[in-house]
């Protein structure tokens, strides 16, 4: 039978999970196994803070930048290819680390996914029809209404999740929140050592605006230029992360540089406080001050000798 056990280090961004897996590296044979919605997509590097070359020399990195801008990445399709990863690594005698911030994926991953009926094609066409003449903001504050705690974790940009929400609401008279609730759980065994990195929502907020400083600094403009050259369609999957809609804003709609960025770090903060709310509520997580990183490797050592 597979080993279908990983360790999960799980924060908000901005809290240095990458540094947190790169430190068991060091002492562990680990690969690190991205779980970030953003991070799946090829065109992407910088805005999304994917490892560099150097973090990603220090040991296997799975999952990061292999989808194009125009392809949608579900939590079903993830959980399936993050199965696989682990059971690669497993079986190559490595430890797999999960790293990345969308809980919906996790959960996909460790609980699995509310078996939720087909919706009818008339409905999706209606919803798609809505999205294109009155933008994702008034269909966010359409969910909102439908279903709170579903539009409370999505960003009024993410156009393919809003959809997906409003279709499931309208196609199956249920929010998707509540068919969530009824999920499985334990369906696809994944066993998880969960690892939070613990922050209040002040203490990253001067990192959050150095890190867009970083990305600019980087590239991040012509880095979205060329996206946009390649996949030139506002609606496509990959640009509803944040950072995304506001460069093209700058670059399309001539929003000012500075405004734009501006925008960023409040949408980036907002992110950030959600995610917060949402791992709050995981639960057997072992949660970890920056100064306590250095009991991280005996901590998985402890749980990873325990039986399969």
């Not at 001539?254 to 960023?264: F, H, T, V, Y």
């Amino acid at each position: 039978m597979a080993d279908l056990r990983a360790v999960c280090i799980l924060g908000p961004t901005g809290s240095g999970k990458t540094g947190a897996a790169l430190a068991l590296a060091r002492e562990l044979p680990v690969t690190v196994v991205n779980y970030d919605s953003r991070q799946v997509y090829t065109d992407f590097p910088i805005v999304t803070a994917q490892p560099d070359e150097r973090e990603r020399a220090m040991c296997p990195h799975e999952l990061y930048g292999f989808l194009p801008t125009a392809q949608a990445m579900t939590a079903a399709r993830f959980a399936e290819l993050a199965r696989a990863e682990i059971v690669k690594a497993r079986e190559q005698g490595r430890l797999p680390v999960l790293v990345g911030g969308t809980g919906l994926y996790l959960r996909a991953l460790e609980q699995g996914l509310a078996d939720i009926p087909p919706v009818p094609q008339e409905v999706r066409d209606w919803v798609l029809g809505r999205m294109e003449r009155e933008g994702t903001v008034v269909l966010h504050a359409d969910l909102a209404k439908a279903d709170p705690p579903t539009a409370a974790r999505l960003h009024p940009n993410d156009t393919q999740r809003i959809a997906r929400a409003l279709e499931v609401f309208l196609g199956t008279g249920r929010p998707l929140s509540a068919w969530f609730e009824d999920q499985k759980h334990g369906q696809t065994g994944v066993e998880l050592c969960k690892v939070g990195l613990s922050f209040t929502l002040r203490e990253l907020e001067p990192g959050l605006k150095k890190r867009i400083d970083v990305m600019l600094g980087l590239g991040a403009v012509d880095e979205m230029r060329r996206a946009w050259e390649a996949t030139p369609d506002r609606a496509a999957p990959g640009y509803s992360g944040i950072g995304c809609a506001e460069l093209l804003a700058h670059l399309l709609d001539g929003m000012d540089l500075a405004e734009a960025c501006g925008l960023w770090l409040r949408n980036t903060r907002a992110y950030a406080k959600r995610q917060l709310t949402w791992f709050a509520k995981e639960q057997q997580v072992h949660w970890v001050r920056p100064e306590g990183l250095g009991r991280l490797p005996d901590l998985v050592r402890s749980w990873d000798s325990g039986p399969v």
